[in-house]
């Protein structure tokens, strides 16, 4: 799979980054949307849900898959994938012709013993589609010696099993290179909060320093007679553990309970924070996944319009959450029939994965191709 030519070598340098450990630094001007670096995964493992719709070797989504012929579980585009991942896939197709549909590791595990098969230790990545679906997890060693920081400087996305980051705003030589570790939407404190749950670090950059964007990012309703600090502070300690149960129930409930979840703690919320609140978000961005699930489009609609504003206003420039938002709300309006604003909607999104993904990749192609048969 084809991509644009990686960066010469000296646009990058490896540095101890003070505090941090190793770090990647720029040796030279990056613009906006520039290839800073393209890796390819030192191991991967497709997530076995989208085992024949992507190509277990390349990770591309296509129609009309080979199978293994042994196991009859993994899929490729052609003989050249199937034995470009042969040396991989070996560890698994003896335990898949044996178990059949009741071998089911973590894929945690199968990625573990492809790294321990290559006999190596390094960070690991989810690769997700345009939609930030999750595709599969892989090794990308170059990508991991960049330092986290709530206010990035680059973006990672994936091309199949190729990572590539790109700038999302100039860089100057000497700066170092950050991306986000993290999903930047929530406060302070619930990002610092998770930093050092996954990676056992606080975050000092300037956005956790100044906190300035907290105030807006936890809105409270104007009322003549608004809620005192110790309701709002008892509020986001429920909207914390709702997201928990959320995530819980996931696994159990069915998408009626699900939904009346979301209902009922948007219904509370409602009383203290403003919609644009990330905590009204983030249940709102569930009640949305699970009309997708039951294919309540007009329901999906409904919630995506509310999210859509605040995420831009959230989220920092060029960010893969507001172009997925903006993705699934053009191909909601094109499934009802509302082609002027499926059109500007996908446009959008458009806009912001050419800078992101670069104007080559294969899902902004995939879009103008929506675009025209509509």
């Not at 992507?54 to 994938?81: I, P, T």
């Not at 990035?152 to 100039?170: D, M, S």
Request: charged share 30%; glycine share 6%.
């Amino acid at each position: 799979m084809r991509s644009e030519a990686a960066p010469q070598p000296d646009g990058l340098e490896r540095f101890a980054s003070a505090g941090k450990g190793r770090g990647l630094r720029a040796r030279r001007r990056f613009a906006v949307g520039e290839l800073l670096l393209s890796c390819p995964a030192y191991a991967a493992v497709l997530t076995v849900s989208e085992r024949g719709s992507h190509c277990d070797g390349c990770f591309a989504r296509k129609e009309g898959l080979s199978k293994c012929g042994r196991c009859k579980q993994a899929f490729y585009c052609n003989v050249e994938c199937q034995k470009e991942d042969w040396p991989m896939h070996k560890l698994e197709c003896a335990s898949m012709c044996t178990f059949g549909q009741n071998w089911h590791p973590s894929e945690t595990v199968r990625l573990t013993a492809r790294i321990l098969a290559k006999q190596v230790n390094c960070n690991g990545f989810t690769i997700e589609d345009e939609e930030l679906s999750h595709l599969g997890s892989a090794i990308f060693p170059d990508v991991a010696l960049m330092n986290h920081s709530c206010c990035p400087n680059v973006i990672v996305t994936y091309k199949g099993t190729l990572a590539e980051v790109r700038a999302v705003r100039e860089i100057e030589p000497g700066e170092e290179i950050f991306s986000s570790y993290i999903d930047l939407l929530y406060p302070t404190e619930d990002r610092n909060d998770r930093l050092r749950d996954s990676y056992f670090f606080s975050c000092d950059c300037r956005e956790c320093t100044t906190k300035e964007k907290d105030k807006e990012k936890l809105e409270i309703c104007k009322l003549n007679d608004p809620p005192s600090a110790e309701t709002v502070k008892d509020m986001i300690k429920y909207a914390r553990n709702v997201i928990e149960e959320f995530r819980r129930a996931k696994h159990y409930k069915s998408p009626s309970e699900l939904l009346e979840i979301c209902e009922l703690s948007l219904d509370k919320m409602g009383a203290v924070f403003e919609d644009s609140n990330v905590y009204m978000l983030h249940m709102m961005y569930q009640a949305m996944g699970v009309c997708l699930y039951v294919q309540d489009w007009e329901g999906a609609l409904c919630y995506g319009q509310k999210i859509i504003r605040p995420y831009s206003k959230h989220y920092p420039s060029y960010s893969l959450n507001v172009a997925s938002m903006w993705l699934k709300l053009g191909r909601l309006y094109m499934t009802l029939k509302n082609r002027t604003a499926g059109v500007k909607a996908l446009k959008r999104a458009i806009a912001i994965m050419e800078v992101a993904h670069g104007k080559d990749h294969p899902y902004i192609s995939e879009i103008k191709k929506e675009l025209e048969h509509h």
